[in-house]
T-cell receptor, first 113, second 115 residues
Framework: QQPVQSPQAVILREGEDAVINCSSS?????VHWYRQKHGEAPVFLMILLKGGEQKGHDKISASFNEKKQQSSLYLTASQLSYSGTYFCGTEYAGGTSYGKLTFGQGTILTVHP | NAGVMQNPRHLVRRRGQEARLRCSPMKGHSHVYWYRQLPEEGLKFMVY????????ESGMPKERFSAEFPKEGPSILRIQQVVRGDSAAYFC?????????????FGPGTRLTVL
């Protein structure tokens, strides 16, 4: 089962904030966040490993709630360059799932001037 | 420090032909993953390889598809007797795979079109 991302799409004006959620029904080992622009490769943003871990750089940060098996990506003071599709990739705990990423369906973020 | 390299970037094949996609991981990375992305869809895991070993091929179709990562040279994803449904973007990602972290960095992809 793939993780579920919400919302499916977000439209913002420059300077506004957004939150993208990623929920799993299976126990997670790690959550990876990527941004992909149309026709390009996914670009790695960050990885969260431990329950309760938070990370961030510049104006993009993320959290991982191990109890809820959920991660959230926070984009503050959005810029035009933030536009793209955001994917979470989950690595499940235990067994043969270790290593491969299962991706959500993506969240399309559009930032207007 | 060069990133993940893939070639060709675009590949056109007729039904029934073979497609060979190559991936050179980042320097120092010995773990390679292949993912497929159909138009307007998300990324789907295909296979995970280390040098000379297939670790997990649970996402790869049993027929027509094969992958290798030899001791020397790039990783190769091979699709025999291609069909129209194989048209997609194929991305490989590499990872240094430390004891705890498994950041995966993607190459630019190969866009396969089957006529």
């Amino acid at each position: 089962q793939q993780p579920v991302q919400s919302p499916q799409a977000v439209i913002l004006r420059e300077g506004e904030d957004a939150v993208i959620n990623c929920s799993s029904s299976k126990a997670l080992y790690s959550v990876h966040w990527y941004r992909q622009k149309h026709g390009e490769a996914p670009v790695f943003l960050m990885i969260l490993l431990k329950g309760g871990e938070q990370k961030g750089h510049d104006k993009i940060s993320a959290s991982f709630n191990e109890k809820k098996q959920q991660s959230s990506l926070y984009l503050t003071a959005s810029q035009l360059s933030y536009s793209g599709t955001y994917f979470c990739g989950t690595e499940y705990a235990g067994g043969t799932s270790y290593g491969k990423l299962t991706f959500g369906q993506g969240t399309i973020l559009t930032v207007h001037p | 420090n060069a990133g993940v390299m893939q070639n060709p970037r675009h590949l056109v094949r007729r039904r029934g032909q073979e497609a060979r996609l190559r991936c050179s991981p980042m320097k120092g990375h010995s773990h390679v993953y292949w993912y497929r992305q159909l138009p307007e869809e998300g990324l789907k895991f295909m296979v995970y390889l280390q040098k000379e070993n297939i670790i997990d091929e649970s996402g790869m179709p049993k027929e027509r598809f094969s992958a290798e990562f030899p001791k020397e040279g790039p990783s190769i994803l091979r699709i025999q007797q291609v069909v129209r449904g194989d048209s997609a973007a194929y991305f490989c990602a590499s990872s240094p795979r430390t004891a705890t972290y498994n950041e995966q960095f993607f190459g630019p992809g190969t866009r396969l079109t089957v006529l």
